[in-house]
């Protein structure tokens, strides 16, 4: 079985552009959450979709935003980026049996720098 | 915010030597995941236990949950150079209701490095 598939592995991007992070789950996966990781804050959750649906959502502004594909396949957007979002952003996927957390396996994340 | 705080932030072994990581939490859980993550990269996922359970093995890795404490420990046994990396701990938020569903939150990590 594939694992998580994130695209793009890198990113270089100027402040005020806009960017959009894509991940593939696991087959049969539904559950896809985005976290960001930097080195102050550490894992950060972002938000969760579940069937299209945006479940859950962490402290983030507005400018972080997702979305989910009938195939499962998610992706993040950030807009009017700061120096601030460069981090690694990395996606998860689970089974999420009876929305219960079941185990997230993760791709190798997105590593965005933002100058 | 961070749930869980992880202890000790880092921690240097020889091969060949056991390595203890120890997890707290605040909040009940469904269960409790450990993760791997080597320098810059993905997390890998480990072991999950759940919260009625007391004790899991996995290769050379043993967890320990005592939900009284809301604590855990992940041991690694007869360390190899390999499992230089990250630990993390990670609690579910789906106990507190559907609304929490999906997310995981994380310990700050623990950096063990392995010399050979």
């Known amino acids: 079985k594939a694992g998580v598939t994130q695209t793009p592995r890198y990113l270089i991007k100027t402040r005020g552009q806009q960017v959009t992070l894509s991940c593939s789950p696991i087959?049969?996966?539904?559950?896809v959450s985005w976290y960001q990781q930097t080195p102050g804050q550490g894992l950060q959750f972002l938000f969760e979709?579940?069937?299209?649906?945006?479940?859950n959502k962490g402290n983030f502004p507005g400018r972080f935003s997702g979305r989910q594909f009938s195939n499962s396949r998610s992706e993040m957007n950030v807009s009017t980026l700061e120096l601030g979002d460069s981090a690694l952003y990395l996606c998860?996927?689970?089974?999420?049996?009876?929305?219960?957390?079941?185990?997230?396996?993760f791709g190798q994340g997105t590593r965005l720098t933002v100058v | 915010s961070q749930q869980g705080e992880e202890d000790p932030q880092a921690l240097s072994i020889q091969e060949g030597e056991n390595a203890t990581m120890n997890c707290s939490y605040k909040?009940?859980?469904?269960?409790l995941q450990w993760y791997r993550q080597n320098s810059g990269r993905g997390l890998v996922h480990l072991i999950l236990?759940?919260?009625?359970?007391r004790e899991k093995h996995s290769g050379r890795l043993r967890v320990t949950l005592d939900t009284s404490k809301k604590s855990s420990s992940l041991l690694i046994t007869a360390s190899r150079a390999a499992d230089t990396a990250s630990y993390f701990c990670?609690?579910?938020?789906?106990?507190?209701?559907?609304?929490?569903?999906?997310?995981?939150?994380f310990g700050q990590g623990t950096t063990l490095q392995v010399k050979p």
């Open positions: 998860a996927s689970s089974l999420d049996v009876g929305g219960r957390n079941t185990e997230a396996f």
């Open positions: 087959s049969g996966h539904r559950s």
């Open positions: 979709y579940f069937s299209e649906t945006q479940r």
């Open positions: 909040t009940s859980i469904n269960n």
């Open positions: 236990i759940r919260s009625n359970e």
């Open positions: 990670a609690t579910d938020g789906s106990f507190h209701g559907s609304s929490n569903t999906g997310k995981l939150i």
